[in-house]
């Protein structure tokens, strides 16, 4: 079974960092497409960055240039690097794990595997 624990979260003043981690078995990650989502309260979720399976990346227009997703295949974990942080993104942030459509869909659906999930929360 695919398992897939997130940490990392909590609560910073805006204009702060958070860096956010994913440990995944090894394979979760071989061949998959490999995302961050979010969900604020009563909004659908969002997805927020991707690494697709030839290792690159993707990212919402609203977190370019703040946020980097990267992977570290030796202890199987994957990050995300939150600089500049503001009010709204504050949400629960969850890992997941899907076939290669799922980078293309953007889907959550799509995604067959997710996280429990980690708070961020950003004060103004």
């Known amino acids: 079974e695919v398992q897939l624990v997130e940490s990392g979260g909590g609560s910073v003043q805006s204009g702060g960092s958070l860096r956010l981690s994913c440990a995944a078995d090894?394979?979760?990650?071989?061949?998959?497409?490999m995302g961050w989502f979010r969900q604020a309260p009563g909004k659908e979720y969002e997805s927020v960055a991707l690494?697709?399976?030839?290792?690159?990346?993707n990212y919402a227009e609203s977190v370019k240039g703040r946020f980097t997703f990267s992977q570290d295949n030796i202890k199987n974990t994957l990050y995300l690097q939150m600089n500049g942080l503001k009010p709204d993104d504050t949400a629960m942030y969850y890992c997941?794990?899907?076939?290669?459509?799922?980078?293309?869909?953007?889907?959550?659906?799509?995604?067959?595997?997710w996280g429990q999930g980690t708070q961020v929360t950003v004060s103004s």
């Open positions: 997941a794990a899907g076939g290669s459509v799922a980078c293309f869909s953007l889907r959550p659906a799509d995604f067959a595997y």
């Open positions: 690494i697709y399976s030839d290792g690159g990346t």
């Open positions: 090894a394979y979760t990650f071989s061949g998959r497409c």
